[in-house]
C-alpha cells in the first residue's frame, strides 16, 4: 500500500515542475526546486508523509542531481524570510523513491506572502547557497 502512496507522491512532484521547471546549476549539482500550496497534495499521500495538508501551508520541494542526471543525497537546512522579516527555520526531510531523492519542508503562510528562501545544500565535500523566491495564495 505504501507503494501506491509513494508512486504517487512522486507523480506529483514530477508534475508539478513540469509546470514551472525551476532548476539552478550550483557547482557539481542541477538542484531543481518547486514551492507549492499543500493542498495540491491527496489526503493520502499528505498523511503517509506526515504532511499537513492545508490552505495555508506550502510545501518546498528540492531534488538534486549530479550533471549526468543521477539524484544525489545531501543535507539541507535553511530559512525563509517574508516582506516584513519574519524568518522560518525549514525542517527537511528526506524521500526516496526508487531512484529518485526529493527533500521537503513544510511553511506556513498567509494570503499573498512571499517568502525569500536561502538554503544550504552539502555534500561531496562541498557546500553550496540556493536561493529564490516565492509568492503564496490561499485557495
Given at each position: 500500500m505504501k507503494t501506491?502512496?509513494?508512486?504517487?507522491l512522486l507523480a506529483l512532484l514530477m508534475v508539478l515542475p513540469l509546470r514551472a521547471e525551476q532548476m539552478k546549476e550550483l557547482g557539481p549539482?542541477?538542484?531543481?526546486?518547486s514551492a507549492f500550496n499543500s493542498s495540491f497534495l491527496t489526503p493520502e499521500v499528505a498523511k503517509a508523509y506526515g504532511l499537513e495538508r492545508?490552505?495555508?501551508n506550502g510545501i518546498v520541494n528540492i531534488a538534486?542531481?549530479?550533471?549526468?542526471?543521477v539524484a544525489q543525497a545531501v543535507g539541507?537546512?535553511?530559512e525563509a524570510k517574508n516582506l516584513t522579516g519574519?524568518?522560518?527555520t525549514l525542517s527537511f526531510q528526506e524521500v526516496k523513491e526508487g531512484e529518485s531523492i526529493y527533500?521537503?519542508?513544510?511553511?506556513p503562510y498567509r494570503n499573498e506572502d512571499t517568502y525569500q528562501f536561502t538554503l544550504t545544500i552539502?555534500?561531496?565535500?562541498?557546500?553550496?547557497?540556493l536561493t529564490f523566491q516565492q509568492t503564496f495564495y490561499v485557495d
Open positions: 501506491v502512496w509513494m508512486s504517487c549539482w542541477q538542484v531543481h526546486y492545508s490552505r495555508y538534486v542531481q549530479n550533471k549526468q542526471g539541507i537546512s535553511g519574519t524568518i522560518r527533500y521537503l519542508a513544510v511553511l552539502m555534500g561531496e565535500g562541498q557546500q553550496q547557497t
